[in-house]
């Protein structure tokens, strides 16, 4: 993370390695007390993964396999959250990011603007909502473990990125459109879509398909994204496959995401990094012989979102909700595929949307 994001971030958030402190009583940190005044907006968060940060099935999932503090301060952040946690739960924690924990600052509503009329006493900053402040939890390095007591704890973070979400946007073509443009553009500006949102994921990634000789070249753009795709969470991967019905046994995977290996100081690094940057067109060639089949067997396709370590969960880790998310599904009849490079189009093109980002 650079020390600039740092430097920036932590002056609202404490990176993880402390609670959030509102400095408002705990009676006032509900989002029931919003949503009187801001129905749609209230309506939007509690639908969204911050709505759900705490609730949701795959983060309890691992979380129960390794409950650290670390993980609580930044999917139910406020203490008082944490104070609920520590006593089994309750209905302000499962609030997850709730309002309170972006807006509310020594007892002092926190926004980009002050609105007149408002009867908040608002400190408003130009910075509120911007990249950096998106930072602070969306960007940070692989935490530094003490085991050595009865309960682990985090104390420090290592020199290797685990999420590298915002730095990625710093570092890409896009980086002059602010994430709460594409995040925050619904009408009530809270529903924070992601990789969770079907319409989302169609702009981030197109797939179209063409004929080279005896392959098929099957081309990945990062469309839409500011940040690479996948981006976040370390499980999450793009997985292609490409297969004929008649000898499924051929079947060809490629997989996009990032793979890491044991650091030095007992972390963890990247070695290696397949995601999509934005802006980025990668070509995938895939050999038709490689598939078994007779010549004329048409091709199916599909290009998966996969959200965790296991798209198919083993006995005892299953999950109520999906693991993964269908970007593209199609079969593919090669006698009307256009050859690559040809006149007036480049073949097969399978995407939900094309459009890219405002």
């Known amino acids: 993370m650079s020390p600039l994001l740092v430097l920036l971030a932590g ?56 409950p650290l503090d670390w993980c609580v301060h930044c999917h139910a952040p406020l203490r008082e959250q944490f104070t609920e946690v520590g006593r089994g739960g309750g209905p ?16 002092k509503m926190q926004a980009r603007t002050a609105r007149p009329g408002s009867p908040h006493d608002t400190v408003a900053s130009a910075g ?47 980086a002059a459109v602010e994430c709460v443009q594409c995040h925050a553009a619904s009408p009530g500006g809270h529903a924070f879509p992601g990789g969770h949102d079907p319409a989302m994921l169609a702009r981030a990634v197109t797939l179209e398909v063409c004929r080279a000789g005896g392959r098929l070249q099957v081309r990945l753009e990062n469309a839409g994204a500011g940040h690479n795709v996948p981006t976040g969470d370390l499980h999450r991967h793009l997985v292609l496959r490409l297969w004929r019905s008649t000898a499924p046994e051929r079947l060809h995977e490629t997989i996009l995401g990032r793979q890491f290996a044991a650091a030095p100081d007992g972390s963890k690094r990247t070695v290696a990094d397949t995601t999509l940057r934005p802006g980025e067109r990668r070509t995938i060639p895939v050999p038709l012989s490689a598939l078994g089949g007779a010549a004329g067997d048409p091709v199916r396709l599909e290009l998966r979102f996969v959200y965790t370590i296991d798209e198919f969960p083993f006995r005892g880790r299953e999950l109520p909700v999906p693991t993964y998310a269908t970007v593209a599904a199609q079969e593919i009849d090669l006698r009307g595929l256009a050859a690559c490079g040809a006149t007036g189009g480049a073949g097969l093109r399978a995407s939900r949307d094309a459009r890219g980002i405002p």
């Open 11 to 66: 002056v609202t958030f404490p990176q993880g390695l402390a609670p959030v402190d509102s400095g408002a009583p705990a009676a006032e940190l509900s989002a029931q007390r919003c949503a009187g005044c801001h129905t749609g907006a209230h309506a939007e968060w509690q639908e969204s993964r911050h709505g759900r940060a705490w609730t949701n099935a795959i983060f309890q999932r691992e979380f129960r396999q390794d």
């Open 92 to 107: 302000l924690a499962d609030e997850g990011v709730t309002c309170a924990v972006c807006h509310l600052r020594d007892g």
């Open 128 to 174: 509120f909502g911007s990249p950096a402040f998106c930072g602070g939890c969306h960007q940070f390095n692989f935490p530094l473990i003490d085991r050595s007591g009865s309960h682990p704890r985090v104390a420090a973070y290592s020199a290797h990125p685990m999420q590298d979400t915002v730095a990625q946007h710093a570092r890409g073509s896009r």
